[in-house]
């Protein structure tokens, strides 16, 4: 990337970390993964492939997910009595429980069948209009991509296979446990869609939906990013409308409320790490003997029985991520009112560490939700959820909410004294 005129093919981009403005050109755009060369933060990444292939792995994704949902990830035999497991059968499970109970079982649904399925459906949509619709219709596609992009850290296939892995390595201590149909399709599933992330690439369908040049600021003139789909345009006068050409998204300098909003979320998420850790996430009755776990029992159980990788998996997701997120989000919001200039690429690369690892906490949500479903077995095993996995999973949601809304560029304005 160089920072010098901007030619006729030149891009602009702008980092949504540290707001350091970049020119590229065409040629370097292509094929290549540029990152901002002040602190580090992906700008554009377009693999050199057309659309074909996002398309066919969204497709195939959209039919994995039937199938995924329509046979069972596990079936469990205890004692010569059967059980499936389907992917809605935690969430109904606990429904059935009510109360907040009631409120995870459909927060679950929603991150592993609700949001995947609308995800993957827009995803589509916006590759086959790209692919095949016509040219002049492609502003109607830029409110579903916008929504695929806000919808991205809430499908949690991935998270919730991790967590079905957790969850077959306990029901194996209780049971018989195979793997079925549902599971193998899950695991595909979560494959295809991985590739389909990497071959979307970054920035490149918000391009191809409206060419950025015509938006681009004159030369040395004020400039201002749209936080939704990365344009950069010229800043608009203070009595004029502020709202993307492209998106139709708030165009602002910063996040507004960025500092008091992150505040007002990990002091709630804060105080609910403590009952989230003291009191039970699920309680297990097998053949009349009462056994309570917390997340840490959980976690000494899992070390107990030899699986040292899985134990140390979950305590590292269920425990020591959620304290750093609100350790890190404390010390950054601390950092911008002393304007400290210390270690201030390091915590903007430990603001994109924990926004990336953040909804991994939930594996223990979705553990708890199959579990619950798996082992009803009357006196033989049964697994009821415990009030501690309820407030675990708002500390989980409340710590992502707090990472999305926190503006990190706000470190880089308080350390060069309110420059943008």
């Known amino acids: 990337m160089e920072g010098g005129t901007k030619g006729m093919s030149d891009s602009l981009l702008a980092c949504g970390d540290c707001g350091q403005l970049h020119r590229a050109s065409a040629a370097l755009l292509a094929g290549n993964r540029l990152t901002c060369i002040r602190c580090g933060s992906g700008l554009s990444r377009r693999p ?23 046979y069972p990830i596990f079936v469990v035999n205890v004692e010569g009595r059967f059980g499936q497991d389907l992917m809605v059968s935690g969430p109904l499970r606990l429904v059935d429980y009510g109360g907040p109970f009631a409120g995870l079982g459909m927060l679950v649904a929603g991150l592993s069948f609700a949001v995947p399925a609308v995800w993957l459906s827009l995803i589509g949509l916006v590759l086959a209009g790209l692919k095949w619709g016509d040219p002049a219709l492609r502003p109607h596609l830029v409110l579903p991509w916008k929504m695929v992009r806000l919808l991205f850290p809430w499908s949690m296939l991935d998270v919730y296979l991790l967590g079905a892995y957790v969850a077959y390595s306990r ?10 149909i549902g599971g193998y399709a899950l695991a595909a599933l979560v494959l295809a869609q991985t590739l389909l992330m990497l071959s979307l690439g970054r920035r490149r ?22 936080d939704s789909c990365q344009l950069v ?5 203070a009595d004029a409308a502020r709202l993307c050409p492209r998106c139709a998204g708030s165009v602002e300098p910063r996040r507004p409320g960025s500092v008091s909003s992150t505040l007002a979320l990990i002091i709630a998420g804060a105080i609910l790490y403590v009952p989230a850790n003291l009191m039970p996430v699920m309680t297990v009755v097998r053949f009349g003997r009462v056994n309570t776990y917390t997340i840490l ?32 989000l404390g010390w950054f919001l601390w950092a911008i009112r002393r304007g400290s200039v210390r270690w201030l690429r390091a915590r903007t690369a430990l603001h994109r560490l924990i926004d990336f690892v953040g909804r991994w906490s939930n594996i223990d949500v979705f553990m708890v939700s199959i579990l619950v479903a798996s082992l009803q077995f009357g006196t ?41």
């Open 205 to 226: 369908i918000w391009d191809a939906l409206a060419d950025p040049g015509p938006y681009a600021p004159p030369p040395g003139e004020p400039w201002v990013m749209c």
């Open 233 to 237: 345009l010229a800043a608009p006068p």
């Open 171 to 180: 029901l194996n201590q209780a049971a018989e446990t195979t793997v079925a």
């Open 48 to 70: 050199p492939i057309g659309l074909d292939a996002p398309l066919a792995f969204a497709t195939t994704a959209l039919i994995l997910l039937l199938l995924a949902n329509a």
């Open 297 to 328: 029992s959980g976690v000494e159980e899992l070390a107990r029985l030899g699986m040292w990788p899985l134990a140390l998996l979950v305590f590292f997701a269920s425990i020591v991520v959620p304290m750093v997120k609100l350790l890190s």
């Open 380 to 420: 033989l095993t049964t697994v009821a959820p415990g009030p501690g996995i309820v407030s675990f999973a708002a500390v989980v949601v409340l710590t992502m909410l707090a990472t999305a809304v926190f503006d990190p560029r706000l470190m880089w304005d308080a350390a060069s004294g309110g420059d943008g």
